[in-house]
Every structure is written in C-alpha cells, then in structure tokens.
C-alpha cells in the first residue's frame, strides 16, 4: 500500500509563488518506479489534470493551464514530489492532490492508483 501526504498549500495574492510537497511512504514504495502526479479540483469542477512525472525517465509534461508557470521536481531518495507555482492566478484556486502510478504516461485520474488527501490552494486577486 502507497500512502501520500501533500502540504504546502494556503492562501495567495495574484502573481505570488507556492511550492507544494507531497511525501509518499509504504513499505515497499520506491519513487522512481511510479509516475508522480498532480491534478486539481476547483469547487464545481471536475477533477483535472495539472502535471506528471514519469516512473525511470522523470520527463515532465504539464496541462496547457499551467505550461511555465508550474514546475514539477522530484526527490527519489526522500520519496517527495514537488510542485513549484509561480505566477499564480485565481484561476488555479483548488484543492491540489499528489497522485501515484506504477504505469507509464497517464493524465486521467482513473488511470491513478494512489492518492493523497488534498491540500488547498487559494489565490486572491
């Protein structure tokens, strides 16, 4: 079993800077054989997809929405995922969730195994 912790959200102004984490544990978790995810949910929204890590290559790849403003990174050895946002806007206000899978590739939420519990991002204009 996976388990993923997100933190780091919180309250922003328009064009400020966050950086969120997410810690994944369990007893035979090995970071770099899962692709890292994280998706959003604004309130009476879907859930949609923010950016991914792939398991081996670590290439990133990233919805449109955030596409240079959002940088993913990664820390095998503390199994910890990352998710820079710089130049946030009230748009990307939701609750961020880490996501894990031992697959390759993925941008749909069913394609995720694992989840975290959520935390909220909020950015005031």
């Known amino acids: 079993q996976v388990q993923l912790v997100e933190s780091g959200g919180g309250l922003v102004q328009a064009g400020d800077s966050l950086r969120l984490s997410c810690a994944a544990s369990?007893?035979?978790?090995?970071?770099?054989?899962?692709?890292m995810a994280w998706f959003r949910q604004a309130p009476g929204k879907e859930r949609e997809f923010v950016t991914a890590?792939?398991?081996?290559?670590?290439?990133?790849y990233y919805a449109d929405a955030v596409k240079g403003r959002f940088t993913f990174s990664r820390d095998n050895a503390k199994n910890t995922v990352y998710l820079q946002m710089n130049n946030l806007k009230p748009d990307d206000t939701a609750v961020y969730y880490c996501?894990?899978?031992?697959?390759?590739?993925?941008?749909?939420?069913?394609?995720?195994?694992?989840w975290g519990q959520g935390t909220q991002v909020t950015v005031s204009s």
């Open positions: 996501a894990a899978r031992q697959g390759s590739g993925g941008s749909l939420s069913h394609e995720f195994d694992y």
């Open positions: 890590s792939q398991r081996y290559s670590y290439n990133s």
């Open positions: 369990g007893r035979t978790f090995r970071a770099y054989t899962y692709t």
